[in-house]
Structure formats: structure tokens, C-alpha cells
């Protein structure tokens, strides 16, 4: 293995590992928030605490996280690669970094602070227009969008420092402050719920967030950053910075766009439909988070250094590579989730206010969009190969019309379907979306006209067939084991129905791990023939030393 891959895989792990925690703790928060609040219960009153993220997300998407995401990493890293002297690198890659907190943290306190007043007209008259007739759910919508509008400030500071230390390739602090933002929101509902009611949860994803700026910052300055009361230049470079950013701005303002039309169409359905669609969407962003965000944030500088570098072939194979890699790891989690579905949110969401009628619908709309969650996954490490290459109007449009795709579909599924596939129908429209992105992001990679490629990576693609021919396979041979166990257990078993799901997951994950190590040997995957010949190697050197 060589040193660039091991490297990379070791900050991927660290992210994963991060990931993984800030994800357990993700759900978590959604065990307490159902107990407490429920879903269809209370008149819906999650609803309003959903609701309320749209907002001040839209702000941070549109003016901070696209640039956060694409254009500080290579900026930065840029500063770094080129300096001569490091003393004077690291002071101009500082003074930089505290031009761009300062600017953005202004203009983002600038738009909180007018959004802070239009509030009521922009949530009453289009975010939720469903809720008309309920002035109670209205007025707590707005009242909770007002409090969420400090997040975007403590973000903005976190995301900027967390781009500075992706740069300079340290990692540790950047995944820990993940973990303290479903921390902050758990300790608020659980502190301040007997006194505030729903109005916890929004001061603690407040003081989530200011937990991780704090821990950001703490990483920094143990980085040896240092602050300084520049102001930022207005020049040639910065407004380059910006023009390049803005591609990529409008690809997530589609997003947002997206997640718009979902709060407004939920809003016209029964109560809770928001919460449901919304717990759906978390735990299938699960696998998402740990593994795809984890890849694709330690294969960005691995690309842009491939492209400044021209080492164009180098950097199509790294791509596949990594697409493999993603995919290897990805689909069998979503067909394990996929199949104990009803087990994991009944564990994990059936308390108190949570009915199980709330957790059939859960059922229904996370299947829909976990279907899409590969598809997604694909298209953020695809995007960011395309953003290494500085090259971000073609996401853009391509963003654009899975924008419209998904509204579209969504529309016209929560139109014709039955009730209680309506949330389900919206949950589809997401996945279909997800779909069509990928599709033509892929179909790009190879029709771009100013990067000429020597190669084909025939291999890497025929592995990533077998990957997913592999994966079918496993997926059906599962659907049969979970059935005969479920039903064994269900038959003979005198346990708590909530223990039995448990045994039922447990000795189907099992049976899951054993299944899919002999297919990847039966399917002749590399990896497991690495562990295989490892093992031999182990298990030779052993019975060499005992003789």
C-alpha cells in the first residue's frame, strides 16, 4: 500500500468513525424527540420544529456552504502548496481565513437579522400555507424559525475554521465537533423540555451548533492559527473566489428549493407528516454520512492535487477507485436497514407518543427513500471530482433538473396516491431525483471535451459491476433469511415484542456478515481475498514458529 493510500485511509476512517458517533448520537436525539413530542400526536407539534429548520438552512446554504464546500478547501490548500517559507505561509493562510470569517459572518448575521423579521409573512403565507386555520402550530413555527436563526452564525464560524483544518490535512477536531451538535440539542431537550416544551429543541440545536464552533476553534488555534483583525481584500482573487462559487450556490439553492416544496406539501397532509418524513430522511442519511461524506471529504484533495498536478488519468482511476470503494461498503447496509426497517424504528422511535401507526408510515417512506440513498451517495464524490476541476456550472444545471424532476414527481405522487402513501410518495419523488443526478453526472465524466483521458478504467467499473450483481444477490438471500427468522422467533418466542425485533435484527446482521463475506469470495472481490491471503500469511507464520 502506498503512503497517499494509506494516508487517505486513514482520515477517511477517522471522518467514518466520527461520523458514525455523530450518527448513533443523530439517532438518539430522534428517540427523545419521538418519546417527547411524537408525530402524529399532539396535534403534530414536531411539525413545527421541522418546520423550522428550512429557514435558517437556506440562508447558510445559499450564502456560506458552497463556498465553504468547494472553493476554501482548494483556496487554502493552494496557499499552502505554493508557499516558499512556511512561516510566511502560515501567516497569509491565517490572515486570509480571518478576512473570510469576518465577511461571512457579517453578511450571514446581516440576512439572519432581516429574515428575523419577515418570519411571520414568509412561514404563514408560503412554508407551511398547510397549517392555515391552526394560528397555535403557525405562531410556534414562527416563533421556533426566530430562535433556529442564530444557528446559521455559530455554522458559518464552524464550517470556515473546518475548511482551514481540511486544508492543512488534520481531521481530528474537524470530526469530533460533529458529534457535539446532536449533544447540544439533546441536552437542551432534555434539560429545558419540562419548562420550554418544543421550544428546547430549538435552543438546543442552537447551542448545538455553538458547540461546534467552540471545538472548531479549539482545533485551530491548537493548529497554531492565529487571529487577526484583517479585513478582507476586494480584489481580483477574492471576486474570482465568488464567481466560482456560484454554480455551485445555485446547485444547492435547488436543494434547498427541493426541501422547500417537501415542507409545504407535507404540510397539506395529515399530522405528523413532516416528523415522518423527516426521521425517514435522517436515519436513511445514516450510511450517507458515514461513509459517503467520509470518502468524498478526504477524496477532494486527492483530486484537486491529481488535477493541479495534470495527472488526469490518475485522477478518473482514483475516482472509480473510490466509487468502489463507496459502494462495497454502502449497499449492503442499505439492504440490511432496508430489511429490518420495522425492527430499527420501532426500537428506535416506538416510546410513549410515538404510535405504532407513526411508525408504519415511517416504515413506508424510509423504504422509499433509502432506495435512493446509493444514488446520492455516487453523486457527491462524482460532484466533487467535478469541483477539483474548478468546473461547477455542469452540477449546476444538472442539479437543476433533478430540482425539477423531484417536485414534479412529488407533486404528482402525493396527488394520486392513497392516503397513507402520500408521505411515502414524497419520500419516492426524492429518490427519483437522487437518480436522475447521478445518471448525468456519470455520463458527463466522459464527455468533457477540454480533459483528454489515455485510459479507460475498465477494471475499476467491472468491479463495481460485480459489486452490485453481488449485492442483489445478497439482498434476496436476506429478504429469506429475516423472513424464516422473524417468523421462528415470533412463533416460539415469549419475549417483549421489542426484544424479539432485537434477537431478530441481531441474528440477521449476523447472518448478514457471514453471507456477505462468502459471496465476496464466491464473486472473487479483491478485498476479500486480501483478508484471506492475510489470514493464510498470519496462520503460516504461527504454526512455523510453534514447530
Known sequence: MTENKKKF????????????????????????????????????????????????????????FGIISIVLVPFFSGIISTGDDLANTNEDLDKNCCAILKFFVVLVAAICALMWFF???????????????????IETTIRLTRIMLLQPIFVTLAGILGAYMNARERYTSYSIAMLFYNIGIIAGILILHSRFGIDAAAWGTVFGSFLWFAIQLVGSMYAKF???????????????????????????????????????????????ALTIYSYAENFSMVPYGMIAVSISTTAFPIFSKNFALSEYDKMLESLFDKLKILLFLLLPICSLMIILRFEMIDILLGYKSFTRQDTILTCSTFFSYMMGIPFYSVTIIVAKYFYAQKKTFMPMF???????????????????????????????????????????????VFCAKDIKYTIFPKAEIFEIVKIVMMNFVFTVV??????????????????????????????????????????????????????????????????????
Do not use: W
Not at 418570519?119 to 402550530?137: R, T, W
Not at 410518495?425 to 429518490?431: D, E, I
Open 398 to 444: 444538472i442539479s437543476l433538473l433533478m430540482c425539477a424532476a423531484t417536485i414534479l414527481l412529488s407533486y404528482i405522487l402525493m396527488k394520486i396516491l392513497p392516503e397513507n402513501l402520500k408521505i411515502s410518495g414524497l419520500a419516492f419523488g426524492r429518490t427519483a431525483g437522487y437518480a436522475v443526478q447521478m445518471i448525468l453526472l456519470l455520463i458527463m
Open 478 to 547: 436476506l429478504f429469506f433469511i429475516h423472513y424464516r427468522v422473524a417468523s421462528f422467533i415470533k412463533e416460539h418466542s415469549l419475549l417483549y415484542s421489542k426484544f424479539q425485533y432485537l434477537l431478530s435484527g441481531c441474528i440477521t446482521g449476523f447472518c448478514a456478515i457471514i453471507c456477505y463475506f462468502l459471496l465476496g469470495i464466491v464473486f472473487k472481490l479483491p478485498y476479500f481475498n486480501v483478508i484471506i491471503s492475510r489470514f493464510g500469511k498470519k496462520q503460516s507464520s504461527t504454526l512455523r514458529s510453534r514447530k
Open 119 to 137: 418570519a411571520p409573512v414568509i412561514v404563514e403565507n408560503f412554508l407551511v400555507k398547510g397549517f392555515a386555520g391552526d394560528s397555535y402550530k
Open 9 to 64: 485511509y486513514i482520515a477517511t476512517l477517522i471522518v467514518a468513525v466520527s461520523n458514525l458517533l455523530s450518527r448513533i448520537l443523530g439517532l438518539l436525539r430522534s428517540t427523545i424527540l419521538a418519546a417527547i413530542y411524537g408525530a402524529t400526536e399532539n396535534n403534530g407539534i414536531a411539525d413545527c420544529y421541522n418546520a423550522s429548520f428550512v429557514l435558517p438552512d437556506i440562508i447558510y446554504n445559499l450564502t456560506v
Open 226 to 272: 492565529h487571529y487577526s483583525f484583517c479585513f478582507p481584500k476586494f480584489d481580483k482573487e477574492f471576486f474570482s473566489l465568488i464567481f466560482l462559487a456560484v454554480p455551485r450556490i445555485i446547485a444547492l439553492g435547488s436543494e434547498q428549493f427541493v426541501k422547500f416544496f417537501i415542507t409545504v406539501y407535507a404540510s397539506f397532509l395529515c399530522a405528523g
